[in-house]
C-alpha cells in the first residue's frame, strides 16, 4: 500500500507562486499525477510526470504557469504553480499508479493511491 502525502497549500495573492508536495516512501516505476477538485465539480486532472519522466498536461488552463517535476532521490514529486489565479483554488491531490512509463488518459480510475490533498487558495 502507498501512501502519498501532500504538503505546501495555502493563501496566495493573485499573481502569485506555491510549490506542492507528494511524498511517499518509494516512488520507482509509479506515474504522478495531479488532480484538482472545487465543491460541487468533478476532480480534474492538472499535470502527470511518467516514471520515466515524461510529462504529460492535462489542463489546457494552467500551460504555461504550471510545472511538474520528480526527485527520485528524495522520492517526491512537486507542482510549480506561477501567476495563480483565484480559479486555481481548490483542494489538490497527489494520485499514483504503477508500472507504466507514460502518463495515462486523466480518469480518476486509472490510479490506484491518492494522497489526503492540500487546500490551495488565491485570493486578495
Known amino acids: 500500500q502507498l501512501r502519498l502525502v501532500e504538503s505546501g497549500g495555502g493563501l496566495v495573492q493573485p499573481g502569485g507562486s506555491l510549490r506542492l508536495s507528494c511524498a511517499a516512501s518509494s516512488l520507482d516505476n509509479y506515474s504522478i499525477a495531479w488532480f484538482r477538485q472545487v465543491p460541487g465539480k468533478e476532480r480534474e486532472g492538472v499535470l502527470c510526470i511518467s516514471s520515466s519522466g515524461g510529462t504529460t498536461n492535462y489542463a489546457d488552463s494552467v500551460k504555461g504557469r504550471f510545472t511538474i517535476s520528480r526527485d527520485n532521490v528524495r522520492n517526491a514529486v512537486y507542482l510549480q504553480m506561477n501567476n495563480l489565479k483565484p480559479q486555481d483554488t481548490a483542494v489538490y491531490y497527489c494520485?499514483?499508479?504503477?508500472?507504466?512509463?507514460?502518463?495515462?488518459?486523466?480518469?480518476?480510475?486509472?490510479?490506484?493511491?491518492w494522497g489526503q490533498g492540500t487546500q490551495v487558495t488565491v485570493s486578495s
Open positions: 494520485a499514483a499508479t504503477y508500472g507504466t512509463t507514460v502518463c495515462p488518459v486523466p480518469e480518476l480510475s486509472e490510479y490506484d493511491y
